[in-house]
């Protein structure tokens, strides 16, 4: 086996997008970068979900830093216009379905147990379902063609930094040993977490509130909702928009089944459910849990009729505890990203945007011919700490409420009164991630917080759950009102929000 010696300005451990694109970045700017991976594309990942907020960010990105080739991937239309061999997904807005405590979907006139919120005003400019198979391979094709180096199939053996400050990796490499030696390095490992665990960053996975766990895998011949809704009678001209180009939401009071359908008709599934927070560390799904879930809830096999499990990844994933977070996202001359810091749940599709916010951050740190600094540094590990805490709790109130429909809806006007504030507010000085860093806003979660053990049950109040769930209903809405700027408790149609959708930026 040779032994080859390699020095890089950057080298990052992971090839994600996240990882990729902030590559191709720096290698624009002229950097010498290395991606190195312990796999090879395409490989199966989820995180398929994307945002307003995602395409604002990724258009921001493109425009500044001159990735023209990127650009069309900020749109559905565009997407599949000049790359449509990167499979995708058309995604409109969130669809929500309730099937109650006895597991049964009823279609009502007033749309009482469907919650449909769009996010853009045609299929021309939606959001996107991210096949992260193609896209994740597209993207790392796309840094080495801008001059970044890519080390597939790499087990690292070492990492270390001698008094000079540079680091070595040392590392397997197809029939080669490598050391690769850098100022900077950037953890983009995901669960992996390769550098926090050789820093021994502490893990505070016991800080987050939220404790789920899933089962997923990619599926083809999953009927369309829309057929599916007709069989209820369901009056699916008041809906905004075709209810399959979202990311469809079958809610239960004990968990909700997510469905994301890519253009040629492959969809995403998977099933998320809370557990409890005792032994958290040791919440594993056992085997044949996806067939028994099916057999307990007779909707789903209405809902999944004659699908089959995809070829690839050809089997069904199980995981244990999905949250996850470490103290610290950076340090004297190293960062990480943030699925690597930490991970709350799929609810409110939070991944895509989160990671390319982190990586807007750290290619400005780069900016200038130095490296970060550790003021800088440090203030990106603070805010992605804070943030991955902040979705946490958005996203913990949902399933706080999950068991009533008016109250899981409630609570999430919150996510999207973040959500759509952080998208108008986009070119502020003063925007943070999803309101992250705007106290009064997280000053109002804390008080929405407060009104849901308040109005949990009839033991603290003398009132129906019918009137405590109203009651909660109307404090969410006063506690977002300052940052209600879409209409939302206000729909012409009872939970159907036709416009929700923040002005584009002029790069789109």
Known sequence: MSNISEDYEVALLGAGFGASLLAAILSKQGRRVCLIDSSRHPRFTIGESSTPAADFILSDLCARYELKELMPLTQYGSWREKYPEVRCGCKRGFSYLW???????????????????????????????????????????????????????????????????????????????????????????????????????????????????????????????????????????????????????????????????????????????????????????????????????????????DARLASFPGKVFHSGQLQRLYQQAAGDGWAALPFTVGFVDPLHSTGIAHTLSAVQKLAQGFESRAMPQLEFLMSYS???????????????????????????????????????????????TENSFLCAENQDFVERISRVEILSQQTASQSTAPATDEELAELFSLGVQEAIQPFNHVGLFSPQIQNMYHHTVAQKSAHD
Not at 266 to 278: A, D, I, R
Not at 390 to 399: E, F
């Open 382 to 428: 603070d805010q992605l700490i804070h943030e991955l805490i902040h979705v946490d709790r958005l996203v913990s109130l949902c399933y706080e409420n999950l068991s009533s429909f008016n109250r899981f809806s409630a609570a999430t006007m919150l996510y999207f009164a973040a959500a759509t504030t952080f998208e108008k507010q986009f070119h502020s």
């Open 99 to 305: 099937h109650g405590v006895g597991n049964e979907y009823r279609a009502t006139t007033d749309h009482e147990h469907e919650l449909l919120v769009a996010a853009n005003s045609s299929q021309q400019v939606a959001d996107t379902q991210w096949y992260r198979p193609h896209v994740d391979q597209f993207l790392c094709q796309y840094a080495q063609e801008c001059g970044s180096k890519y080390y597939s199939e790499s087990t690292i053996q070492e990492i270390s930094r001698g008094s000079n400050k540079s680091w070595t990796v040392g590392l397997n490499h197809i029939d080669q040993s490598l050391q690769i030696h850098t100022p900077f390095l950037i953890d983009a490992t995901g669960p992996a977490a390769v550098m926090l665990k050789h820093l021994q960053i502490e893990d505070i996975s016991n800080q987050l509130k939220t404790c789920t766990v899933a089962t997923y895998s990619h599926y083809e011949n999953v009927p369309l909702v829309t057929d599916w809704l007709q069989g209820y009678g369901n009056r699916q001209e008041d809906f905004p928009y075709p209810v399959d180009d979202a990311a469809v939401h079958h809610l239960f009071a004990d968990g909700w089944l997510w469905q994301l359908r890519f253009t040629d008709g492959l969809t995403s599934l998977g099933f998320v459910q809370p557990v409890s927070k005792s032994g958290r560390e040791n919440q594993d799904i056992p085997s044949g849990h996806w067939e028994k879930m099916i057999k307990r809830r007779p909707v789903l096999k209405s809902i999944l009729g």
